[in-house]
């Protein structure tokens, strides 16, 4: 089967982006022919259309208009006219791909359930109602109504576009979540079946790490030999909660003094002059600059240890070292933190198990309803936080709590090894390419 995998990005460090080179792996081993289609890379071999791409500045700015304060376009019927004409030529350069390469199915990532680009949206629900013979799996990761950005549009003719065109119930779409949560709410909202579509990540799929690259990493981030590395690798969004990690790394140093002298789990030991350190590598995906605005001053009043990385963390290494893949930077960490409240599902919890590294995070929805029962093991930072916007405030005592737990792990080697021991059979088991492949060659027989 010819396939194109569609999305907004790809290429990228984003959760949907790394999915998808996984499908598109799964896919390929299995016979089919695959080629992405974006709006962020052009290249022979995959597909390009203007206007899609996450960061495209003509839709930042409708969207600013429709989600924000109505103010830069003569009249809301002109808005709407632009969205719509818009629609129009990413349709046709749609045709046209499908025509040239002969594509027998599109998978269709978030376009079709998320109200970041709703000339996108439209023109692929158009394309999907107009050519009936074409398989259009629909993989909606986000979904617009757990976003509160989307709930409350500022102008009128938004709502009829979500309501005609995102989620579309069609004979030949066929819908799939990527978590139990998120399909009982497409089944309650919309009265549409949708299967569910877990992530995959195992050993065999991941690179191994290099300890050169590891040390290299550390030595540019200015890392000391007793210096402990805690990642976020997280996007810098409101919703990802950077905040609580800063949070949780400042309370991690609060306890340094009372860790001085013991032995770390890899024969290191924490002294005198051990920092910890917090390392980012995500995308800045804020729309609210007061949100990055305010996590930096989080960060300066605690003296948190901040170092970024997105200049050379990518999906894969180069020979050069100009890019390193995402991986590496878990292997140079020492621990990772997450402090999400909202997910669709969480590529951090298998990324910290697949490179045996201990995770504290925040127990979002989906961790509860669809990922604790798997057992894994973790630093909880718990599931309660108040929402000051831009911030939101977590209750000390369990960013407390989950750094003392990481503490009694990184000294102690052979609890350590227990807990991502734990964490890596569970991944082998559950979230295994195999799995996924199965998943993807049953949902493509509709």
């Excluded at 692929?124 to 986000?142: C, E, G, N, T, Y």
């Excluded at 200015?222 to 949070?247: H, Q, Y």
């Excluded at 929805?365 to 405030?393: A, W």
């Excluded at 792990?409 to 609890?415: F, G």
Aim: hydrophobic share 40%; glycine share 6%; net charge neutral.
């Amino acid at each position: 089967m010819n396939i194109g995998l569609a999305h907004y990005r790809i290429c990228n460090t984003d959760g949907v982006s790394l999915e998808m080179k996984k499908w598109y792996e799964c896919l390929t081993n299995d016979g089919h022919r695959c080629m992405y289609i974006s709006g962020s890379v052009e290249t022979e071999t995959n597909a390009f259309i203007p206007g899609i791409d996450f960061g495209n500045e003509e839709n930042r700015r409708i969207n600013a208009n429709c989600y924000e304060s109505f103010c830069d376009y003569p009249s809301e019927e002109a808005l709407k006219t632009l969205v719509f004409d818009k629609a129009a030529d990413i349709e046709r350069r749609l045709n046209e791909i499908v025509r040239q390469r002969k594509l027998d199915c599109l998978i269709v990532a978030n376009i079709l359930s998320l109200g970041w680009n709703m000339s996108a949206a439209i023109a692929f629900s158009r394309f999907a109602r107009s050519h009936p013979k074409i398989r259009i799996v629909s993989v909606d990761s986000d979904i617009y109504w757990e976003r509160e950005r989307y709930l409350h549009p500022v102008v009128g003719f938004v709502r009829d576009v979500f309501d005609t065109y995102l989620l579309p119930d069609l004979v030949n779409v066929r819908h799939c979540a990527i978590s139990e949560r998120a399909r009982n709410e497409i089944i309650k909202r919309r009265g549409i079946y949708a299967d569910v579509l877990y992530k995959a990540m195992d050993r065999e799929h991941a690179p191994a790490e290099d300890k050169h690259i590891t040390e290299y990493l550390r030595n540019r981030i200015s890392a000391g030999p007793d210096d402990i590395v805690v990642l976020n690798p997280n996007r810098i969004a409101p919703r990802k909660s950077v905040e609580f990690t800063v949070e949780f790394v400042h309370e991690m140093m609060r306890q340094l003094g009372d860790m001085r002298g013991r032995p770390l789990y890899d024969g290191r030991t924490v002294t005198g002059d051990s920092h910890v350190i917090l390392a980012m590598y995500g995308l800045n995906d804020s729309f609210d600059r007061s949100y990055v605005r305010a996590v930096r001053e989080v960060i300066d009043r605690y003296g948190v240890r901040f170092v970024y990385m997105g200049d050379i963390i990518g999906t894969h290494r180069s020979s050069d070292l100009s890019q390193l893949h995402y991986l590496d930077a878990y292997y140079m960490a020492d621990a990772v933190a997450a402090g999400s409240v909202l997910e669709g599902w969480g590529n951090h919890l298998l990324e910290a198990a697949v490179t045996r590294k201990p995770l504290a995070m925040f127990e979002y929805p989906v961790y509860e309803t669809d990922l604790r029962h798997y057992g894994f093991r973790i630093c909880s930072m718990g599931n309660q936080y108040r929402d000051v916007r831009p911030l939101k405030i977590i209750p000390r005592g369990a960013v407390s709590s989950a750094a003392r737990r990481m503490w009694a792990l990184l000294t102690d080697r052979a609890a350590y090894e227990a807990a991502v021991d734990k964490n890596s059979a569970i991944l082998e088991k559950q979230f295994s390419y195999k799995r996924l492949s199965a998943a993807l060659n049953k949902i493509l027989r509709f």
